[in-house]
């Protein structure tokens, strides 16, 4: 299981882009999906992250500005970030728990449950 994030850029302060993280390969569920960010000299922080079921978290910086959504059918996740301050440059990554099929053959299904990360993308914003 791979996860590809996209979206990221360069954009002024007030402005909005909007990240996409997909999951391919052998998956049977995908239990969390989540958002995490790293600006440089700093810890990777939780920006925004979503379990089965819809419970939804924000980081406490970004609470109001931000929106995590799901696109369950084409295994998505996508980060809208409004109102974007130069505070919230980073490389943003994506995360995901997921279920993945090892094999699949008459003797019966067989999974495990991974955490996978994706390759970040930075988001720079400007003054």
């Known amino acids: 299981v791979q996860l590809q994030a996209s979206g990221g850029g360069s954009v002024q302060a007030g402005g909005s882009l909007r990240l996409s993280c997909v999951a391919s390969?052998?998956?049977?569920?995908?239990?969390?999906t989540g958002w995490y960010r790293q600006a440089p000299g700093k810890e990777r922080e939780l920006v925004a992250s979503?379990?089965?079921?819809?419970?939804?978290k924000y980081g406490d910086l970004v609470k109001g500005r931000f929106s995590i959504l799901t696109d369950n059918a084409k295994n998505t996740v996508y980060l809208q970030m409004n109102s974007l301050k130069p505070e919230d440059t980073a490389v943003y990554f994506c995360?995901?728990?997921?279920?993945?099929?090892?094999?699949?053959?008459?003797?019966?299904?067989?999974?495990?449950?991974?955490?996978?990360w994706g390759k970040g993308t930075q988001v720079t914003v400007s003054s």
């Open positions: 979503i379990r089965n079921g819809g419970i939804i």
């Open positions: 995360n995901a728990d997921v279920d993945q099929i090892d094999s699949d053959d008459d003797t019966g299904l067989r999974f495990s449950t991974v955490d996978i």
């Open positions: 390969g052998r998956i049977l569920n995908i239990h969390a």
